[in-house]
Nanobody
C-alpha cells in the first residue's frame, strides 16, 4: 500500500521561512510527477507547485510569486517545498501527492496518492 506522509508544518510569523517535506513509500518515486497542494476550510484544494520526473517545475504563480521552491530527492523518495516570505494568506493544510500522469499539473484530479496533510499557520 502506497504511503505518502507530509511533515514540517508549523506556526510561523509573517516574513519567515519554512520547509515542508514529503516522503513516499511503496511506489517508484522517481517514476512520478509530484505536487504540493493546499486547502483552507470552505475552499477548494489549490495546486501550489509540481515537479516532473525530470525536474521540470510548475508553479501557481498567482499565489506563490517566486516565494516557494519545489525540489525532490529521488534517492530519498522525498519531496520538498521551501517557502519564503510567508504571508498570512499562506495559512492552510498543505498536501503532497503523486501524479497519475507523466506530465506536471496543478489540478488535484491529476493526482492519485495523497498524504494526510500538514498544517501551516502564518500569523501577522
Amino acid at each position: 500500500q502506497v504511503q505518502v506522509v507530509e511533515s514540517g508544518g508549523a506556526l510561523m510569523q509573517a516574513g519567515g521561512s519554512l520547509k515542508l517535506s514529503c516522503t513516499a513509500s511503496r511506489l517508484s518515486f522517481d517514476d512520478y510527477a509530484m505536487g504540493w497542494f493546499r486547502q483552507v476550510p470552505g475552499k477548494e484544494r489549490e495546486g501550489v507547485s509540481c515537479i516532473s520526473r525530470s525536474g521540470v517545475r510548475l508553479y501557481n504563480v498567482d499565489s506563490v510569486k517566486g516565494r516557494f521552491t519545489i525540489s525532490r530527492d529521488n534517492a530519498k523518495n522525498t519531496l520538498y517545498l521551501q517557502m519564503n516570505s510567508l504571508k498570512p494568506e499562506d495559512t492552510a493544510v498543505y498536501y503532497c501527492a503523486a501524479g497519475l500522469y507523466n506530465y506536471c499539473s496543478l489540478r488535484p484530479i491529476d493526482f492519485g496518492y495523497w498524504g494526510q496533510g500538514t498544517q501551516v499557520t502564518v500569523s501577522s
